[in-house]
T-cell receptor, first 110, second 113 residues
Framework: QQQVKQSPQSLIVQKGGISIINCAYE??????FPWYQQFPGKGPALLIA?????SEKKEGRFTISFNKSAKQFSLHIMDSQPGDSATYFC?????????FGTGTRLQVTL | DSGVTQTPKHLITATGQRVTLRCSPR?????VYWYQQSLDQGLQFLIQ???????AKGNILERFSAQQFPDLHSELNLSSLELGDSALYFC????????????FGDGTRLSIL
């Protein structure tokens, strides 16, 4: 049973545009929601994270929006750059176990 | 660089064999996690150790086992290997026992022939 649903599966955005990736979860016990960025041949790298008592968190060009009542959260990448081209995973955690979404392959074109 | 070191980077072996994957956590981190990444199952949590003790278990097969040593490095042992065990195996570490902020190594790619 997939507990974290992620969409879209792939995304193509022009340089300078906004990339938006969405996730939805079912388990209300989740208490930590990180986003990971993965480049080919590398492990997932922690990008930004949020706890459910906050509705938005911004770090540089990356913003997480969190809607607790809808059990949804999203990653916005502002001013997307070719170097942002990677696979992005949302995740949700209870205690220490991370449950990952299926990933979004982002391609930022020139 | 996450500070988490995994060896070897690549491993090729045959069905029925046994392999050991090694992980050194970031300096100061007491928790080690193992994950499996495959095309059909995505990233799946296998098991967590905290300061030498098993802390949490996920979708880990009985053929798989892990341990964490006094110097905090960890090993994942995979035995009676099957073709379906071919995957990327990641180790992650964190400072605390219940910590979602986990830092991943670059993985070991296991290929079963």
């Amino acid at each position: 049973q997939q507990q974290v649903k992620q969409s879209p599966q792939s995304l193509i955005v022009q340089k300078g545009g906004i990339s938006i990736i969405n996730c939805a979860y079912e388990n209300t016990a989740f208490d930590y929601f990180p986003w990971y960025q993965q480049f080919p041949g590398k492990g997932p790298a922690l990008l930004i994270a949020i706890r459910p008592d906050v509705s938005e968190k911004k770090e540089g060009r990356f913003t997480i929006s969190f809607n607790k009542s809808a059990k949804q959260f999203s990653l916005h990448i502002m001013d997307s750059q070719p170097g942002d081209s990677a696979t992005y995973f949302c995740a949700a955690s209870t205690a220490s176990k991370l449950t990952f979404g299926t990933g979004t392959r982002l391609q930022v074109t020139l | 660089d996450s500070g988490v070191t995994q060896t070897p980077k690549h491993l090729i072996t045959a069905t029925g064999q046994r392999v050991t994957l090694r992980c050194s956590p970031r300096s100061g981190d007491l928790s080690v996690y193992w994950y499996q990444q495959s095309l059909d199952q995505g990233l799946q949590f296998l098991i967590q150790y905290y300061n030498g003790e098993e802390r949490a278990k996920g979708n880990i097969l009985e053929r798989f086992s892990a341990q964490q040593f006094p110097d905090l490095h960890s090993e994942l042992n995979l035995s009676s290997l099957e073709l379906g065990d071919s995957a990327l195996y990641f180790c992650a570490s964190s400072a605390q026992a219940a910590d979602g902020a986990q830092h991943f190594g670059d993985g070991t790619r296991l290929s079963i022939l």
